[in-house]
């Protein structure tokens, strides 16, 4: 079916109406092939016309140019208890140049669930009138699924909210950033956000959204308190919800437990990204033998394409708490007792070893060579290797964050920063832009270092550093692993800092691919400086730069030996041994440039 030119009054709509349909069952869907090419087309929509609803409710419109080429629209069509049409509407304004088509509609799962001769099973349940036989997950769930209201009948309202009057028992976080909004047919922004809600399947029911424009930021995040309730024993209490996240920007939607009152609580279930448009119904079951409540939270995107929907929320098998959950003390217990020194005649100048009292310099503490005979003035220090399993960081560590620890803590949380990371702990899609083995183990339980650009904003930089290293020897250098891939991926830099001046050594921008790619930095002699890994986020979240298996390489500095140099070895002007392959070869092996001197 097409379209034919025809130009005669300013604004024209040509309609095709589809014969009226008595009802629908609760997982009907419509899908059709369309066509929409030419520089003045115009726009199309489908309309849901509901016997005794005077407002039409918009399921999908298409705007404007689309190409020359076909593409599937598939609507969420739902439980429609009443008689309805569908309405496909073009509109031309003023001049129309194009052509519009449509074929290949089809209705999928559309009818009612069949009667049944029995139904047994303590998982079944057994439809009143239409002798339908469903699962008994879908009983109180705010979806008519028997066809004759049956599964809906004696449900405890509080323990159901589909918001057509109100949040019900469910409360808004005063802790979040912002709150969820209670709205009627399509959210403000095109291609984001349900058209209608779940219901009742028009424009007239009610939902949650989450408001992903300004003055939202990325990370924002939106909170919605469950009653609570009480412990679960040995049965389960389920949760059912139905969610809608659609828009390029989507970006996640989660749900917690929580048996204490001013915690977070723990991870049930997420869900990462555009999920297209349409409501996904969720079932979650939950254990408990502490009173419990449930947090539903939403968190903004990197644009104004992102909102998030909620709708027909119900929990079966479970009984409301009268009573308060108990707070968690924040207070810390006992306070860290520096380490007694032993009996020694060290100066101030001078650092201590931990077992002997025995005094070095100190200048031969973080030089990467033990010279105490326990190892202590190498123990405060970045270690020569560093793979990071065992959630190890070896040292290394993050000033800024140091700087916010202690009144500022709870906002370190959204700090773009550096973390211990590893592919087993990665959500969908995140693999894209983060590495989904390390690089020691190759597999997914291996841990690397990385900087996660879903916190922070464009620019925003993150560094980790080393502590001081007093000296190092003329042939240093570091050599690191690295992972830089996704579309957005911003850059790492190796900087030299001494004292307040910071050097630049190394740097990489942008993707390097979906691999590991070695790297190496060359220090030489240098003291009492730092090594700092920089990582610059990009425009969005989709690009993580991490790190593996740093290694520091022949960093030890040069020792005067206790003999005169041998024949195969230069004896350098301060007194320092070498061989005399090194001479003239451009390296200051010597420390002191003497094996470089033109008087060779």
């Not at 620890?405 to 592919?423: A, M, Q």
């Not at 942008?510 to 400086?529: C, H, K, M, T």
Request: hydrophobic share 30%; proline share 5%.
């Amino acid at each position: 079916m097409f379209i034919l030119k025809n130009s005669s009054s300013i604004s024209q709509i040509a309609q095709l109406r589809s014969p009226k349909f008595r009802q629908t069952g609760s997982n009907c869907t419509l899908s059709f092939w369309f066509y929409n090419y030419g520089q003045s087309v115009g726009a199309a929509e489908m309309q849901l016309l509901v016997d005794g609803l005077r407002q039409p409710t918009v399921l999908w419109r298409a705007y404007y140019n689309e190409g020359n080429q076909w593409l599937k629209a598939v609507i969420q069509l739902g439980r429609l208890p009443h008689p309805f049409q569908l309405s496909l509407d073009k509109i031309s304004l003023g001049f129309y140049d194009g052509v519009s088509a449509i074929d290949d509609i089809t209705f999928e799962n559309c009818a009612l669930p069949p009667p049944a001769l029995s139904c047994e099973g303590p998982s079944r349940f057994w439809c009143r009138d239409t002798k339908a036989c469903i699962d008994s997950l879908l009983v109180c769930d705010l979806v008519d699924n028997c066809g004759d209201g049956s599964d809906e009948d004696n449900c405890n309202p509080d323990l159901q909210c589909n918001f057509e009057n109100g949040l019900c028992n469910w409360e808004q976080d005063v802790e979040d950033d912002f709150n969820w909004i209670r709205i009627q047919g399509p959210t403000p922004t095109v291609n984001t956000g349900p058209l209608k809600d779940h219901t009742t399947g028009t424009a007239r029911g009610h939902y949650l959204y989450m408001e992903s424009s300004e003055p939202h930021q990325f990370q924002d995040k939106a909170i919605l308190l469950s009653p609570l309730f009480n412990p679960s024993g040995n049965r389960t209490c389920i949760f059912r919800f139905h969610y809608h996240m659609f828009g390029k920007q989507v970006y996640k939607l989660s749900v917690f437990q929580r048996t204490m009152s001013n915690t977070k609580g723990w991870l049930l279930w997420y869900k990462f990204g555009n999920q297209g448009n349409r409501w996904i119904r969720q079932t979650l079951h939950i254990s408990s033998f502490k009173p419990f409540q449930i947090l539903v939270k939403g968190i903004v995107g990197d644009g104004f394409t992102g909102d998030i929907g909620l709708d027909d929320m119900s929990f079966l098998g479970c009984t409301l708490y009268n009573g308060n959950l108990p707070t968690i003390s924040t207070t810390t217990s006992g306070t860290s007792v520096p380490a007694t020194l032993p009996m020694n005649n060290c100066t101030e100048e001078e650092f201590v070893c931990r077992a002997s009292g025995h005094c070095i310099q100190m200048i031969q503490k973080c030089d990467f060579r033990p010279d105490c005979s326990d190892k202590s003035d190498e123990l405060a220090c970045v270690m020569e290797v560093c793979d990071f399993e065992d959630k190890n960081q070896c040292g290394w560590y993050q000033p800024a964050l140091e700087q916010m620890s202690g009144n500022y803590s709870t906002h370190i949380t959204n700090v773009f920063k550096w973390e211990l990371g590893r592919g087993a702990n990665l959500y969908p899609e995140q693999e894209k832009h983060c590495p989904l083995i390390d690089h020691t183990t190759c597999t997914e339980e291996g841990w690397y270092l990385f900087a996660d650009s879903s916190n922070g904003e464009f620019g925003h930089i993150a560094d980790i550093a080393t502590p001081v290293i007093s000296l190092t020897g003329p042939k240093c250098r570091i050599i690191f692993w690295n992972h830089m891939n996704g579309s957005t991926i911003g850059s790492l830099e190796v900087l030299c800092k001494t004292g307040n001046k910071t050097s630049k050594l190394w740097t990489q921008s942008g993707s390097q691919g979906p691999q590991w790619n070695r790297a190496e930095v060359f220090l030489g002699i240098r003291s009492n400086f730092q090594v700092v890994f920089r990582a610059k986020r990009g425009v969005s979240y989709m690009g993580d730069v991490a790190v593996d298996d740093i290694t520091f390489e022949d960093c030890s500095p040069l020792l005067i030996p206790d003999r005169p140099c041998t024949s195969e070895e230069f004896t350098c002007a301060n007194k320092y041994c070498i061989p005399k392959d090194n001479l003239c070869d451009f390296v200051n092996d010597c420390a002191d440039n003497s094996d470089e001197s033109p008087t060779i």
